[in-house]
């Protein structure tokens, strides 16, 4: 540990801290009497009816504590997350109080916030459309009441569901427009189910699902949602995770499906919609990835740069269109070197050559980099580098990665407060700051990390974010010197 406090390591910065990625916990009972007004009481006593679900949704947690060990395994039900938010008293209620979290900011080291949700950010993935759209907009008429009275220190996002881009711009429509919420979280992905299975054998449809990245190969044009929140000067930010698919779906190991989970479900909306051209398209809009670090982000930019150098449409059909092969060549080096290899197979090798010139390809539809319009290397830079950013936990010591190498990538610093995985919220920023203590991260880099990232995340889409706030000076600096984009 830093050999200050948080409130100390802040004393001796020249910047704010601004915090990405805080977490508020939900006082149910009141959100519930919320979907009441909103929802009205026949959803509300059609959401309380419907506990547990025998699918997907809200009712799997439950439903998991009701089966045998055998049952779990027969119908191979991922173990839940349990034990989420923070067991230390003060921090818990610091996580659903503002009042008392505002109290604390200078203990923490804070001057500014960012809140999202902890039970919302599963709203979302509520299949019954009614409850679904019903508490996502209950949730932000509640936290706008909470804590709009000190907007100066923080701000709470909005919850966005993304079943159908429609949804979605009703939803933001009304956080942005009349609620006045200035940022919103929105799902990664959308589970659906796949269409010949529900065609087919629709009591199956819950069971066999696939993951719409709301970009790429989706049932549906998201484009006029993307338009919207340039329009309105919001950058959609998703925190969702990639428990329950993939390789995680243990039926017994929380451990075993949280690690890596984060990243991987930001890793599949980030890669859609670079290879959608969504960056291309609206080239203002910016998005964050958050609580995964940015160990991935680092690997699949340098994997996109390589694949493009080695498998742009240029290269590709040069290097390794079959139809370029030289068969006679082929043929005489398989009869001078091919020894017991070709020996007596006259026939087979000629089929064998055959099929090395066959392909299935259509020549003018094979650059999967076309919606992204690449022309050369630094391409890929314009439409990663700026629209991407990145939260990081305070602890994780791989928040170096976004920092090394010619192209730095936009880290944002993120305290992940309210969860188990920060035992005493005090020490959020001070363990950040080691990696400047240990020579890992310089001053500028950290100043980027905890300050001008996130201002250029929010603020370089509405220059009026931090107004009103007690980083406003600040954040008004730092756009006029760089435009949001550095």
């Known amino acids: 540990m830093s050999g200050r406090t948080s409130e100390q390591v802040r004393a001796g910065l020249s910047h704010p801290v601004i915090d990405g990625d805080g977490h508020t916990i939900e006082f149910m009972p009141l959100l519930h009497d919320f979907l009441k007004e909103v929802g009205g009481s026949e959803i509300y006593d059609r959401y ?17 504590y009701q089966m045998t060990p055998q049952a779990r395994q027969h119908e191979r039900v991922t173990r839940p997350s349990f034990w ?41 993935g509520e299949q019954d459309e009614e409850i679904r759209r019903a508490f996502c907009r209950a949730i932000n008429i509640m936290n706008t009441e909470l804590y709009g009275p000190h907007s100066d220190r923080m701000t709470h996002a909005a919850v966005i569901p993304m079943q159908t881009p429609e949804e979605a711009i009703a939803e933001l429509d009304h956080a942005v427009g009349t609620l006045g919420m200035k940022a919103i979280y929105i799902p990664a992905q959308v589970r659906r189910p796949i269409p010949l299975v529900e065609a087919e054998a629709p009591d199956l449809a819950g ?53 890596g989970h984060f990243a991987a479900a ?115 830079d314009e439409l990663f580098v700026p629209r991407f950013y990145f939260g990081c936990e305070a602890d994780d010591p791989s928040n170096v990665w976004a920092f090394r190498g010619e192209t730095k990538l936009k880290a944002i610093f993120s305290s992940d407060i309210g969860h188990w995985d920060v035992p005493d919220i005090r020490e959020c920023l001070e363990e950040a700051y080691e990696l400047v203590e240990d020579g890992e991260l310089t001053e500028q880099d950290f100043e980027a990390f905890v300050c001008s990232n996130p201002i250029s995340l929010h603020g370089g889409m509405n220059p009026a974010f931090f107004e009103g706030t007690t980083v406003e000076a600040d954040a008004a600096r730092i756009l006029a010197n760089n435009g949001g984009s550095d």
């Open 48 to 64: 309380v009816r419907s506990r547990p679900q025998p699918m997907l949704g809200r009712g799997t947690r439950d439903r998991w």
């Open 84 to 124: 989420v938010g923070t067991g230390n008293t003060y921090d818990r209620a610091t996580a659903m109080l503002p009042e008392l979290r505002r109290a604390r900011m200078d203990e923490l080291g804070l001057d500014f916030s960012i809140l999202y949700p902890t039970g919302g950010l599963e709203f979302p």
């Open 207 to 259: 069971r066999a699902t696939y993951l719409d990245l709301l970009a790429l190969d989706s049932p549906y044009d998201y484009d006029p949602f993307w338009a919207r929140c340039a329009e309105l000067g919001v950058a959609p930010t998703c925190h969702s995770g990639g428990q329950g698919w993939g390789s995680r779906t243990s039926i017994s190991n929380y451990m075993f499906n949280h690690i």
């Open 266 to 380: 930001g890793e599949g909306l980030c890669k859609a919609l670079f290879f959608a051209g969504v960056t291309r398209r609206f080239p203002t809009l910016k998005f964050g990835f958050l609580e995964g670090g940015t160990a991935w982000a680092r690997t699949l930019y340098d994997d996109i740069s390589g694949h493009w150098e080695k498998r742009n449409v240029e290269t590709l059909k040069r290097t390794l269109n079959p139809a370029n092969m030289d068969m006679p060549r082929m043929l005489e080096l398989f009869k001078e070197y091919g020894g017991r290899v070709a020996e007596g197979r006259e026939e087979d090798l000629g089929e064998l050559l055959g099929t090395m010139t066959h392909h299935l390809e259509d020549l003018d539809n094979v650059d999967d980099f076309r919606a992204c319009g690449i022309e050369d290397r630094s391409d890929i």
